[in-house]
């Protein structure tokens, strides 16, 4: 199947019932770039940045990774606690960024995020695929990340699968890991941790910005699995096998980050505290 096909066939999963204009059309194009630039450029950076704050460690290296891949995949993976993580943890995105060859694909569950037209054109609009649940890591929507990573692409993650209420350790779905070992060339991964979103949009009631939150976003350092994978290559470990392994790689690093961001959320902003009351 071609790659225009494939994008075809992803317009049909998102049951978008509206016309249906093909991913390439310059409609789709200029009103899916406009939308994303509202909503991660400008909104995000006013909720995040003005009527919260946000500390950020580490944000060099997320933008040296944006610029200099040398046309590899990039993957990033965060955790997963409120309604509306994607567009403020992305509110560190510079305007270039926001290119839309440039800007992440997402997935999102279908049950949740595509129940009707409209919401599925809105999500689709915004890059975001649906994930259907119990489908497995082999579905169509992960096949496509799979074809954009090959193609120096970037793909983001919430492999916990749901919004983690009680933000206690889950069990990693294995699509991140197929993501990781599949690609011909293994992409760079990107790890995030933040702390505090669940405050600006709590998880029930109406979707609306809490005011004067403090929040903070810690970046990884870039992670390159090619020898890991090209080891388990070497030693023919079957494809499930390989995505397992990878996925719980995956999983111990999102447990030691998660320990670094909350020590460095309480230590931020009890030194801008201390700064404020100088």
């Known amino acids: 199947m071609s790659k225009k096909d494939w994008k075809f066939d992803i317009n049909e999963h998102i049951r978008y019932h509206l016309k249906k204009p093909r991913l390439k059309d310059l409609s789709w194009t200029l009103v ?15 909720v995040g940045n003005v009527l919260n704050r946000t500390g950020v460690h580490n944000l060099g290296t997320f933008h040296d990774t944006m610029e200099n891949r040398n046309g590899r995949g990039l993957i990033t993976v965060a955790n997963h606690t409120s309604r509306l993580d994607d567009p403020l943890m992305f509110s560190v995105l510079r305007w270039n960024d926001i290119k839309l060859p440039r800007l992440r694909w997402s997935t999102a569950a279908e049950d949740v995020c595509f129940k009707s037209r409209w919401e599925s054109a809105f999500m689709a609009l ?32 919430f492999p916990e699968g749901k919004i983690n209420l009680e933000q206690k350790p889950i069990r990693l779905k294995w699509g991140v890991g197929r993501l990781i070992v599949e690609p011909s060339v293994t992409p760079l991964v990107l790890l995030i941790h933040h702390v505090g979103f669940e405050k600006v949009f709590p998880n029930g009631g109406p979707l609306f910005p809490r005011l004067g939150q403090k929040t903070s976003i810690y970046f990884s350092e870039k992670l390159d699995f090619t020898k890991e994978v090209e080891q388990m290559r070497s ?44």
């Open 32 to 46: 899916s770039a406009a939308g994303c630039r509202l909503t991660i450029y400008f909104m995000s950076k006013l």
């Open 126 to 157: 915004g890059k975001v695929l649906p994930v259907t649940r119990g489908a497995g890591v082999m579905q169509r929507s992960m096949d496509f990340c799979v074809k954009e990573l090959m193609e120096g692409k970037w793909v983001h993650m």
């Open 235 to 278: 030693l023919m470990k079957t494809p499930d096998e390989m995505r397992k392994i990878m996925t719980d790689v995956i999983q111990a690093e999102m447990a030691v980050l998660k320990l670094r961001a909350e020590q460095f959320h309480k230590q931020y902003w009890t030194t801008a505290e201390e700064d404020k009351n100088r």
